[in-house]
């Protein structure tokens, strides 16, 4: 079924469920229950007796819509409106329009609180502060995650009805109904429930109607001038932009809670926060709302100390910040205690490293950089630095007994993709330490570590091939990892290697694995300007798992988790860094355009770079980039392409017949 939400809260149309980002109820060390997205029970107030002949969910507005005839009387349609507030955070809203024809008699109404069995999570109870519409309820959850770590309070305010009768007139008539829920914790404030009920009272008297609903859609509008586009082919099109819906109903800029596989919607894998979040779905976040990505960033920076903790824990030499695998409240880990991922697949926090070296090419942000990333990427560089061992066989350095992303492979040594992060990690502490002339942070070993072939790095030489790990021997693999080293790593390789391992991997790849593979075999393909009938079948498998009508990704193509947006998150990068061929550098973006089977044009609206805005529309032979926005602050920016450059201007559009071309400054 179909969700709303805003990013801060959201809920299942239907459900008597709702989730607020960042609440959890368990404790880390337990194995019966562990930190998981804590109920909420639902507030909505359901129409009973209908024949619902339509309905959907409008992405553009982010509300989900129901019409519906009301059993046992003639001319009474009735609509029913759900959205969760974009601006308002804590607000969640429900109207029922009520149109009745002319006639004689009383029209009733009866509705169904669906608020499900009660919480198990939250000790909640009703509050003598309201005892009437607004209906007032306060707890808080039953365990903590750490024993250090606060219980978490939530309070809701809300409108319910039993039932209304309406008098039937001689001329047609129409009723709205509003419904409004404001939920409030103590994540934001040090009184949830005086703040529930006096944010709810504030927006009541502040707003009508039509003016909140006005203001979200504004939001929304806002959101969308920023995405993807495609011409010709409809089902591509809904399948990104729901994709995208997906994502962002579920993150916002301002509750830094990151993301979970499967939504902010859904407890599946307990709401928790994995490398999905900064590998699969923040690179197309960063590319065109870097504010929103910033906040996925900012959930890491803020749990720095249970990073350090989990380092300490696992082994008293490590120094420096080891991120869990799963994560939720405090930073520690949550991974249970039989999953040995939590403990030996350690590539997480390479991946965090590499987000932030992204969000850094994409807005060179020197304050962010200096407060927000140092802290995080040196932590990191410094546990990267304590793992490795020499072998005085080799003369590398290792990383041994790990689990690379290819889960099927346990306790491996010297994962390539591993090794690779973990290098890019120390190698970008020292580009930041450079940056802000703090080179004497940096110690000699890092620097010794960072050069190539110091760290060891397993290649077959007969094969010419990356070896996922050493002594790995053909098994076959759960999903993406070598080819990762060509996207998104970008890791040096000439082009005969980068197809061997292409090739190879792609006969090893669990065909029932993640569809997020192939979204990454598609990147690579397209780099290596392989075939449009190859690259349309590996591109086609890369959204299989969404299912109609409202475009729901599941975790495979007929089953597994539902609402997941790391699907999502894969297949919107195989639209971008595909077929648009994107590749953030140092110093540019790089573009190489390739129009897909079945379409006639593909656009990028809204991209942000170094605080400008421009679009990139692509018709199969020109690409027109055309700039939108700039600030006075902002860097001048220049596009390159046949070894031609040309300064951008403000809706003067640049059209260019090659097909790659750099835009920078």
């Known amino acids: 079924m179909a969700t709303i939400g805003n990013g801060y809260l959201s809920t299942v149309i239907g459900s008597n469920t709702i989730y607020v980002a960042g609440i959890f109820n368990g404790e880390a060390t337990s194995t019966v229950t562990p930190p998981h997205r804590a109920r909420v029970c639902g507030t909505t107030n359901e129409v009973l007796n209908l024949n619902t002949f339509a309905c959907g969910l409008d992405l553009q507005d982010g509300i989900y819509y129901r019409r519906s005839n009301l059993s046992g009387y003639d001319g009474v349609t009735i609509q029913q409106s759900f959205y969760a507030h974009r601006s308002l955070r804590y607000l969640l809203v429900n109207e029922v329009l009520v149109n009745i024809t002319e006639g004689n008699g009383n029209v009733s109404i009866a509705f169904n609180f669906n608020s499900g069995p009660a919480s198990t999570d939250i000790n909640f109870s009703p509050s003598n502060l309201s005892t009437s519409n607004p209906w007032l309820l306060g707890g808080s959850t039953y365990l903590a995650e750490e024993p250090y770590s606060p219980l978490q309070k939530v309070a809701v305010a809300y409108e319910k009805l039993d039932n209304i009768t309406f008098q039937r007139a001689s001329?047609?008539?129409?009723?709205?109904?509003?419904?409004?829920?404001?939920?409030?914790?103590?994540?934001?404030?040090?009184?949830?429930?005086?703040?529930?009920?006096?944010?709810?009272?504030?927006?009541?008297?502040?707003?009508?109607?039509?003016?909140?609903?006005?203001?979200?859609?504004?939001?929304?509008?806002?959101?969308?001038?920023?995405?993807?586009?495609?011409?010709?082919?409809?089902?591509?099109?809904?399948?990104?932009?729901?994709?995208?819906?997906?994502?962002l109903s579920s993150i916002r800029e301002d509750a830094p809670y990151s993301l979970s596989p499967c939504s902010l919607s859904s407890n599946s894998y307990d709401g928790h926060v994995f490398w999905d979040s900064e590998t699969w779905m923040y690179p197309t976040l960063a590319l065109f709302y870097p504010d929103i990505a910033a906040s996925i960033l900012y959930y890491r920076y803020l749990r720095i100390h249970g990073a350090e903790l989990k380092a300490q824990w696992y082994n008293s030499s490590y120094n420096g910040t080891m991120y869990p695998w799963r994560s939720a409240v405090t930073g520690e880990e949550v991974t249970p205690y039989e999953g040995v991922t939590g403990l030996i697949e350690q590539h997480i926090s390479g991946d965090i490293s590499f987000a932030f070296r992204q969000y850094w090419y994409l807005t060179k942000d020197l304050n962010w950089l200096r407060n927000i990333?140092?802290?995080?990427?040196?932590?990191?560089?410094?546990?990267?630095?304590?793992?490795?061992?020499?072998?005085?066989?080799?003369?590398?350095?290792?990383?041994?007994?790990?689990?690379?992303?290819?889960?099927?492979?346990?306790?491996?040594?010297?994962?390539?993709?591993?090794?690779?992060?973990?290098?890019?990690?120390?190698?970008?502490?020292?580009?930041?330490?450079?940056?802000?002339?703090?080179?004497?942070?940096?110690?000699?070993?890092?620097?010794?570590?960072?050069?190539?072939?110091?760290?060891?790095?397993?290649?077959?030489?007969?094969?010419?091939?990356?070896?996922?790990?050493?002594?790995?021997?053909?098994?076959?693999?759960?999903?993406?990892?070598?080819?990762?080293?060509?996207?998104?790593?970008?890791?040096?390789?000439?082009?005969?290697?980068?197809?061997?391992?292409?090739?190879?991997?792609?006969?090893?790849?669990?065909?029932?694995?993640?569809?997020?593979?192939?979204?990454?075999?598609?990147?690579?393909?397209?780099?290596?300007?392989?075939?449009?009938?190859?690259?349309?079948?590996?591109?086609?498998?890369?959204?299989?798992?969404?299912?109609?009508?409202?475009?729901?990704?599941?975790?495979?193509?007929?089953?597994?988790?539902?609402?997941?947006?790391?699907?999502?998150?894969?297949?919107?990068?195989?639209?971008?860094?595909?077929?648009?061929?994107?590749?953030?550098?140092?110093?540019?973006?790089?573009?190489?355009?390739?129009?897909?089977?079945?379409?006639?044009?593909?656009?990028?609206?809204?991209?942000?770079?170094?605080?400008?805005?421009?679009?990139?529309?692509?018709?199969?032979?020109?690409?027109?980039?055309?700039?939108?926005?700039?600030?006075p602050t902002t860097p001048t920016l220049f596009i390159t392409y046949n070894q031609s450059t040309v300064q951008l201007f403000v809706r003067k559009q640049v059209v260019i017949s090659s097909v790659a071309f750099n835009i920078h400054q």
């Open 373 to 631: 990333a140092w802290p995080v990427v040196q932590g990191i560089a410094s546990f990267y630095a304590s793992r490795v061992t020499y072998n005085e066989t080799t003369g590398l350095y290792n990383i041994n007994n790990i689990i690379p992303p290819d889960e099927y492979a346990f306790d491996v040594n010297n994962s390539y993709y591993t090794n690779v992060v973990a290098l890019y990690s120390i190698q970008f502490a020292i580009e930041i330490a450079t940056i802000l002339d703090i080179q004497d942070q940096i110690p000699a070993f890092w620097k010794e570590l960072s050069v190539a072939g110091v760290i060891a790095l397993p290649f077959d030489d007969d094969l010419q091939i990356h070896l996922e790990f050493e002594g790995y021997s053909g098994e076959i693999i759960k999903q993406a990892d070598v080819v990762l080293l060509a996207y998104p790593l970008m890791f040096p390789m000439t082009e005969t290697v980068m197809k061997n391992d292409f090739t190879y991997y792609l006969n090893k790849t669990d065909v029932n694995g993640p569809a997020m593979s192939f979204a990454v075999y598609l990147i690579v393909w397209l780099q290596l300007n392989g075939d449009s009938d190859t690259a349309d079948e590996l591109f086609k498998k890369s959204y299989v798992n969404i299912q109609p009508p409202f475009y729901i990704w599941t975790e495979y193509p007929t089953s597994g988790a539902t609402n997941f947006i790391t699907g999502a998150g894969g297949f919107l990068q195989a639209v971008s860094s595909g077929y648009f061929g994107v590749r953030i550098t140092s110093s540019s973006l790089k573009f190489q355009p390739t129009l897909p089977q079945s379409t006639t044009t593909i656009k990028l609206r809204g991209v942000q770079y170094l605080g400008s805005s421009f679009d990139v529309l692509f018709d199969g032979k020109f690409s027109y980039v055309t700039l939108q926005s700039y600030s």
């Open 171 to 247: 001329t047609p008539t129409s009723f709205l109904l509003t419904f409004y829920t404001v939920i409030r914790t103590s994540l934001d404030s040090n009184n949830p429930l005086n703040d529930a009920l006096n944010t709810f009272l504030q927006i009541k008297s502040k707003y009508n109607v039509t003016d909140l609903k006005n203001l979200h859609i504004a939001a929304w509008q806002e959101i969308w001038s920023s995405g993807i586009e495609v011409g010709g082919n409809l089902n591509l099109a809904q399948s990104i932009n729901s994709s995208l819906y997906y994502l």
